[in-house]
């Protein structure tokens, strides 16, 4: 009997150890460092808005806008001054969507990630080096 309660005594620490010691999970996102809103964009949109996200391994602008034909979302990933990815997706008002990616050699993809980049505060793009 004293060697079966010392069994069940053992796995109970076991098992109570094995819960105070399983790391965390960190979060990909580590908040928004900054929301500007009514950009002056090329094409033209109303009611805009640009989100500034800090992750772990980089920063996110999203960029979403109202369009004479429907929604427009674009997603900016980066780390300093390099773009990594980019692309965006028009949602129409007919129930229609399309998407692409952007060409990050194109000159002027760089151009209007750098535009937008632009409209955020220094302190915060900081954080994204």
């Given at each position: 009997m004293k060697?079966?309660m010392?069994?069940?005594t053992?796995?109970?620490g076991?098992?109570v150890?094995g819960?105070?010691?399983?790391?965390t999970?960190?979060t990909?996102?580590?908040?928004v460092l900054q929301?500007?809103?009514?950009?002056?964009?090329?094409?033209?949109?109303?009611d805009?808005?640009a989100k500034?996200?800090?992750?772990?391994?980089?920063?996110?602008i999203?960029?979403?806008g109202?369009?004479q034909?429907?929604?427009?979302?674009?997603?900016?990933?980066?780390k300093?001054?390099?773009?990594i990815?980019?692309?965006?997706a028009?949602?129409?008002q007919?129930?229609?969507s399309?998407?692409?990616?952007f060409?990050l050699?194109?000159?002027?993809?760089?151009?209007?990630?750098?535009?937008?980049?632009?409209?955020?505060?220094?302190?915060?793009?900081?954080?994204?080096d």
């Open positions: 060697l079966k010392l069994i069940l053992g796995l109970a076991i098992a150890t819960c105070t010691t399983t790391p999970i960190p990909l996102e580590t908040g929301e500007v809103q009514n950009l002056e964009v090329y094409p033209n949109t109303t805009n808005k500034l996200t800090k992750f772990i391994d980089k920063c996110v999203e960029f979403t109202n369009l034909a429907g929604k427009a979302i674009e997603h900016w990933s980066f300093g001054n390099t773009l990815t980019g692309g965006s028009v949602f129409a007919d129930g229609t399309t998407a692409q990616n060409d050699n194109d000159a002027a993809v760089q151009k209007n990630f750098l535009a937008l980049r632009h409209h955020f505060h220094k302190d915060a793009l900081a954080q994204c």
